[in-house]
């Protein structure tokens, strides 16, 4: 048995409403974690199902406690807000993780600036504003033993062009993502927070995929791969877990776990959706 856990430590994660937020925040549940839920969907949106109400009982019913947090994490001041509500509940904050994401695969002629801006909003400045925001309390929870960490849902920085030819402003919005994740890796790492991405080798069949002409979600894998991947890098050590580009079902094989068609949507599938920047 592992003594590896999140028990008592709280999580804030952007996006958390659905798709791959809510399944790290119920992962993290599980072992009976305090989790921030932030995102903006309040009501219901019979195109894109799942609200924050219904991830909050989704992560108690898991085993954790559960805050709602409505947030437009382009907005500094809301995510500040988010920052107190989190603090005055929970004391504090042990773990940031950037799950929150804007897409449009769309070529240049066919971005309006609107999406474009919409990209870099949530993807880029979304993840270095909460970071800012909740650096204080890592630094809090380092000095206090508690294993801080910051993890970024964005890929490998991989500089070909063939990542970048069909859908330019998504790329750079999604490296800007992972460019924080270089960069304060470096910067935080003195006070001894780790940060890392973290992103998967197969498409995962998420509400947002089935908004992606052509993709089709019995081919996908389920978001509970990164859910079990972001736990074992969330329960690292900080001091020495940090800087890192990992790949969902590289991170599980090398902890051990052989048995990846339980994340298959259809079991027994071998030929999956590939996920863009996997060389």
Known sequence: MSDRSLKGKTLFITGASRGIGLAIAQR?????ANIVLVAKTVEANPKLPGTLAEAAAAVEAAGGQA?????????????????????QRFGGIDIL????????LTPTAATPMKRFDLMFGVNVRGTYCCTQACLAELIRSAQ?????????MSPPLTMREHW??????YTMAKYGMSECTLGHAGEFRPYGIGVNSLWPRTAIATAAMQMIPGVDLKLCRKPEILADAAWFILTSDARTTTGQFLIDDELLASHGVSDFDRYAVTPGNRDFVPDFFVD
């Open 144 to 152: 206090a033993g508690r294993n801080p960490h910051v993890l970024n």
């Open 164 to 169: 970048f030819k069909n859908h330019v402003a």
């Open 28 to 32: 993290a549940a599980a072992d009976g």
């Open 97 to 104: 993780v950037n799950n929150a994401s804007a897409i449009s």
């Open 67 to 87: 805050l709602i947090a409505p947030t437009d994490i382009r907005d500094e001041n809301a995510v500040a807000a988010a920052v107190a509500a989190a603090v």
